[in-house]
């Protein structure tokens, strides 16, 4: 299973990205996807995580700017960025639970990672 994640980039303030997630492999079921962020010298820290589309939830930093989203049959997760700001740069990552096909138990994943920069 792998997790590869695209879309970040160089954005002015005020400006949006949008990230994609893609799990591929042999998946049985998917928990959840989640995307965390780090910055240099700061703990990697949860931005958004979606179970379904009526169960997300996000850090208070970002809540309505981000939106998160999820297309089951792709296996994939979007990071909708609005209103960027410098605090926003960062690696971005994603995160999944799930299950491998078969296997009856839960493991985590995580994607390489994506440069966002919020610079004028």
């Known amino acids: 299973v792998q997790l590869q994640a695209s879309g970040g980039g160089l954005v002015q303030p005020g400006g949006s990205l949008r990230l994609s997630c893609a799990a591929s492999g042999s998946i049985r079921s998917i928990d959840f996807m989640a995307w965390f962020r780090q910055a240099p010298g700061k703990l990697r820290e949860l931005v958004a995580r979606i179970i379904s589309s009526s169960s997300t939830n996000y850090a208070d930093s970002v809540k309505g700017r981000f939106t998160i989203s999820r297309d089951n049959a792709k296996n994939t997760v979007y990071l909708q960025m609005n209103n960027l700001n410098p605090e926003d740069t960062a690696v971005y990552y994603c995160?999944?639970?799930?299950?491998?096909?078969?296997?009856?138990?839960?493991?985590?994943?995580w994607g390489q990672g994506t440069q966002v920069t919020v610079s004028s």
């Open positions: 995160n999944s639970r799930l299950v491998e096909s078969g296997k009856d138990y839960y493991m985590g994943y």
